[in-house]
């Protein structure tokens, strides 16, 4: 249950935000949405509004979505069991069509939906429209066998992503809502890491932010500390040690990725948190992991 504030407090709070939303306006804020976030109601609707509100401030927000636990329950529903390795999704010919009709069809609806009923104008895409994101038949390398490569069907390695449909809807004021499924050469369809879209769309559009809303406070030490600032030294070493692994690898990869690419600010929160978009974008406390570039 939300706190009632103050008038006085709710001042303090509105006047804490305008230095952030002058910096921000007119700036890319990618966001990458999943887990709890996008399973609990209550945190689905603040959601929304937290992506509402910054279109509305002036700032351009770009989501890009997962849809785990929803191709999971779908799988289960039709008697197969999602296989991982490496944190990536092993994606054989029948799992893709699925995924392609859980993310590109229910999840991305929804989230459209929920955005356009708090006031916003979202549109929703895959990689496939307009042919934006272009990629290729992925080969992981084993790292328990380095030199030995991994098929995990039709998993995808981003080749392109072509910023101007994305560009197009942000001039009509339109929130794009991105699917990650991307198109071969030949048309083929491939299931992409949402991190990794999340990751090269902010990269791509010189975005000002990546934010990727996970189940975790954040990036956690041995302990389970929150780390409020993670370098890449750091990060390496805790890949190595095993403090980083399975799910975690793609997220941290990709933070590392675009903050060594020119993204400015690159946040690790958790989505579990009321409002967690916005502590992050536009308080002074934060709520989560910023990864440094070096």
Do not use: W
Request: proline letters at 4%.
């Amino acid at each position: 249950m939300t706190e009632k504030l103050s008038p006085d407090a709710k001042a303090g709070v509105l006047a804490e935000a305008l230095p952030y939303i002058k910096r921000f306006h007119g700036k890319t804020i990618v966001v990458k949405y999943g887990g709890n976030a996008m399973t609990d109601e209550h945190l689905k609707q603040c959601f929304a509004r937290d992506v509402v509100l910054l279109k509305l401030v002036g700032m351009n927000p770009v989501v890009v979505h997962g849809g785990g636990p929803q191709i999971e329950s779908l799988l289960a529903r039709v008697g197969k069991k999602g296989e991982f390795v490496q944190g990536m999704r092993v994606t054989d010919a029948e799992t893709m069509d699925l995924v392609e009709m859980v993310l590109g069809g229910q999840v991305n609806k929804e989230i459209v939906n929920l955005i356009n009923q708090h006031g916003g104008k979202a549109v929703g895409l895959t990689g496939k429209d307009g042919n934006f994101i272009r990629a290729k038949k992925l080969m992981m390398e084993n790292k328990d066998n380095p030199g030995d490569l991994i098929d995990i069907g039709q998993v995808g390695d981003i080749v392109s992503i072509d910023p101007s449909l994305i560009a197009l809807l942000d001039t009509g004021d339109f929130i794009p809502v991105i699917a990650p499924i991307g198109v071969g050469s030949e048309g083929e369809t491939y299931n992409i890491n949402a991190d990794v879209v999340a990751g090269k769309i902010a990269e791509v559009l010189k975005a000002e932010k990546l934010v990727l809303l996970t189940n975790t406070p954040g990036v956690l030490d041995k302990a389970g500390t929150l780390i409020t600032g993670i370098t890449p030294k750091q990060i390496d070493d805790m890949v190595a040690d095993g403090t980083l692994s399975g799910g975690m690898l793609p997220k941290i990869s990709s933070a590392l990725d675009a903050a060594r690419s020119g993204v400015k600010g690159v946040h690790i929160i958790d989505g579990r948190v009321e409002h967690a978009l916005l502590l992050e974008i536009l308080t002074d406390e934060g709520v989560g992991t910023l990864i440094k570039s070096k």
